[in-house]
């Protein structure tokens, strides 16, 4: 078997069930099985899951287990030879893994297959903005001086936090790659051990890649495919966050790097600074929707109280007015594919985007990389 996707889910039902159905197309040409660890959701996850996707290995968790934990577990039942983690809250495209795999097959002439570690792709927001985090360096004391600080943002100089030696749309070696999307090998996955297991969440994805690294490998980010990941959907920024957050980070600098007091000192202002940023960000940006906009071929109706204009094909598109317009997505018309070159190409201050998902008749998106994101139930 070439590819094994591991999601781990955590009560966001209505993001799991787009998720495995863009999984599900993306494997349509290839060899490859979708394993759903629940980590004791009470959303009926488990139930959807079971109805919609009665193929699709499911483990069910009794408790909340924590990422690593959830993740390893889903592992340890995979036969790919490859594997992906991948989050709930992501949508692939239908060529993803295949680009993926034909990649690491054939990459040779750039990095030879055997010295490959983790491979990532671009990763963009539910607007269609680019996340930043796709591509990161190691957050050494310095690295994560000029994140918490901002010094990033002047000169490429601080730009090793987001591996800004590359573009979001240059492919090549980068340190540290995001949970959100991994690919590689499962031997080597088993060989590190897999994900730590004393760290909860928030830092796993980090030490996983530094631990690659000093296996001798290389990390690397493969820009030619998009892959959708809401983000603020499966992390709620709340109290209990910005603790896990301070524990992640000081797990992952007590596991790596040489302890002294200054450096504790630094450390303890430094994620408490970058803590409070994350709270301030966490509140969730209202917008009113002037009008939608559905691309549908079968003329769909969603009766959303707002003017709809129905739209068979994305040519017709012109994006001329100043309101607000929220397109929604006939998944049965397009392809995932086309929706994310869309969302690419189309992105822009006053447009935000919806999936309409017809098995369960509901519309899904979200309006910005930090907010819980959007489901709203159509009636049947």
């Known amino acids: 078997m070439q590819l094994s996707v591991i999601i781990l889910n955590y009560n966001v039902r209505f993001f799991l069930e787009q998720c495995v159905l863009s999984v599900q197309k993306a494997l349509s040409t290839i060899d490859g099985e979708i394993i759903v660890i629940d980590n004791n959701s009470s959303d009926e996850s488990c139930a959807m899951m079971k109805e919609l996707f009665p193929k699709v290995k499911l483990i069910e968790n009794k408790e909340n287990l924590g990422f690593p934990k959830g993740n390893n577990i889903g592992v340890a039942q995979?036969?790919?030879?490859?594997?992906?983690?991948?989050?709930?809250?992501?949508?692939?495209a239908e060529d993803t893994f295949e680009k993926i795999l034909n990649f690491v097959t054939l990459s040779a002439d750039e990095v030879p297959n055997s010295e490959i570690g983790i491979i990532g792709c671009k990763l963009i927001d539910g607007t269609g903005k680019f996340l930043p985090e796709s591509k990161r360096g190691v957050p050494t004391p310095w690295v994560a001086f000029t994140k918490i600080f901002g010094l990033y943002k002047i000169s490429?100089?601080?730009?090793?936090?987001?591996?800004?030696?590359?573009?979001?749309?240059?492919?090549?070696?980068?340190?540290?790659?995001?949970?959100?999307?991994?690919?590689?090998?499962?031997?080597?996955?088993?060989?590190?051990?897999?994900?730590?297991?004393?760290?909860f969440m928030y830092s796993d994805d980090i030490d996983l890649s530094y631990m690659v690294l000093q296996k001798g490998k290389c990390n690397y980010y493969f820009h030619d495919t998009t892959v959708i990941h809401y983000k603020g959907e499966s992390t709620i920024r709340?109290?209990?966050?910005?603790?896990?957050?301070?524990?992640?980070?000081?797990?992952?600098?007590?596991?790596?790097?040489?302890?002294?007091?200054?450096?504790?000192?630094?450390?303890?202002?430094?994620?408490?600074?970058?803590?409070?940023?994350?709270?301030?960000?966490?509140?969730?940006?209202?917008?009113?929707?002037?009008?939608?906009?559905?691309?549908?071929?079968?003329?769909?109706?969603?009766?959303?109280?707002?003017?709809?204009?129905?739209?068979?094909?994305?040519?017709?598109?012109?994006?001329?007015?100043?309101?607000?317009?929220?397109?929604?997505?006939?998944?049965?018309?397009?392809?995932?594919?086309?929706?994310?070159?869309?969302?690419?190409?189309?992105?822009?201050?006053?447009l935000t985007f919806k999936n309409y998902i017809p098995n369960s008749n509901f519309l899904i998106g979200s309006n910005n990389s930090i907010d819980r994101g959007e489901i709203i139930?159509?009636?049947?």
Do not use: W
């Open 78 to 92: 995979a036969k790919g030879d490859y594997i992906c983690i991948l989050n709930p809250d992501t949508v692939v």
């Open 156 to 199: 490429n100089v601080f730009g090793k936090y987001y591996a800004q030696h590359l573009t979001e749309n240059q492919s090549g070696k980068v340190d540290i790659l995001v949970g959100a999307f991994m690919v590689m090998k499962r031997e080597l996955y088993n060989e590190i051990g897999g994900f730590d297991e004393n760290c």
């Open 238 to 350: 709340d109290e209990k966050y910005m603790k896990r957050f301070q524990e992640a980070m000081n797990f992952f600098y007590s596991k790596h790097f040489k302890k002294s007091f200054l450096f504790n000192i630094f450390m303890k202002i430094g994620v408490y600074v970058f803590s409070l940023i994350k709270k301030n960000q966490s509140k969730e940006i209202k917008r009113t929707i002037d009008e939608y906009v559905i691309f549908s071929k079968d003329a769909l109706q969603f009766n959303l109280n707002k003017k709809e204009t129905v739209l068979n094909d994305f040519s017709e598109f012109k994006n001329n007015s100043k309101s607000n317009i929220e397109i929604i997505f006939d998944t049965k018309s397009f392809s995932f594919q086309e929706i994310i070159n869309f969302m690419n190409s189309n992105k822009c201050s006053n």
């Open 377 to 380: 139930q159509l009636k049947n």
